[in-house]
């Protein structure tokens, strides 16, 4: 099983949006709507963002949002701030009870 | 609230077997709603799953590591375990255990850092 592929980093100004993208395959993304986003600061256990494709768990800002089209999942984060910087993950169900994850994408808040 | 910890040697030798165990409180591992998972990740790296147990020992595990890879529950102790066989350096990682819910691992616990060398 191959990991999502992600860019390494992605950026903007306080304020602005940035889309984070998280392809796959057939097997994994687009097959099954169970992409997960984490966000992981330094140092620190990753934490869950959003989960099944759009849902944001109890707490996480709706300044987050996801999405998907075909084998491609997307991560929005909205009227950026500084805390928001942080490394985040998608992740994937994949076919025969497979998990997998991206590389990661290293968000910079200018 | 639910936390989980893991424990077990910060050192492992080349070719030895790396043990670890997630200890579960403020909930129970014998949820029927809930699979328990361990997940790693090499220093300045990404995130890798290796494998997932119900409490009832149903087993899935990364098929890139799935030849060395066991995990088991102890319900009664509240912890599930991880052993990885015949460990290289690539085995070094923060490991991580998590509970999932879904499809998702929702609550983490704060990672170890398991080094291996000789």
């Known amino acids: 099983q191959s990991a999502l592929t992600q860019p390494p980093s992605a950026s903007g100004s306080p304020g602005q949006s940035v889309t984070i993208s998280c392809t796959g395959t057939s097997s994994d993304v687009g097959g099954y709507n169970y992409v997960s986003w984490y966000q992981q600061h330094p140092g620190k256990a990753p934490k869950l963002m959003i989960y099944e494709v759009t849902k944001r768990p109890s707490g996480v800002p709706d300044r987050f949002s996801g999405s998907k089209s075909g084998n491609t999942a997307s991560l929005t984060v909205s009227g950026l701030q500084a805390e928001d910087e942080a490394d985040y993950y998608c992740s994937s169900y994949a076919v025969n009870n497979n998990w997998v994850f991206g590389g990661g994408t290293k968000l910079t808040v200018l | 609230q639910l936390q989980l910890q893991e424990s077990g040697p910060g050192l492992v030798k080349p070719s030895e077997t790396l043990s670890l165990t997630c200890s579960v409180s403020?909930?129970?591992?014998?949820?029927?709603?809930?699979?328990w998972g361990w997940i790693r990740q090499p220093p300045g790296k990404g995130l890798e799953w290796i494998g997932t147990i119900y409490y009832s020992g149903s087993t899935y595990y990364s098929p890139s590591l799935k030849s060395r890879v066991t995990m088991s529950v102890d319900t009664s102790k509240n912890q599930f375990s991880l052993k990885l066989t015949s460990v290289t350096a690539a085995d070094t990682a923060v490991y991580y255990c998590a509970r999932q819910r879904g499809y998702s691992f929702n609550y983490w616990g704060q990672g170890t850092l398991v080094t291996v060398s000789s």
């Open positions: 403020g909930g129970f591992i014998s949820s029927s709603s809930y699979y």
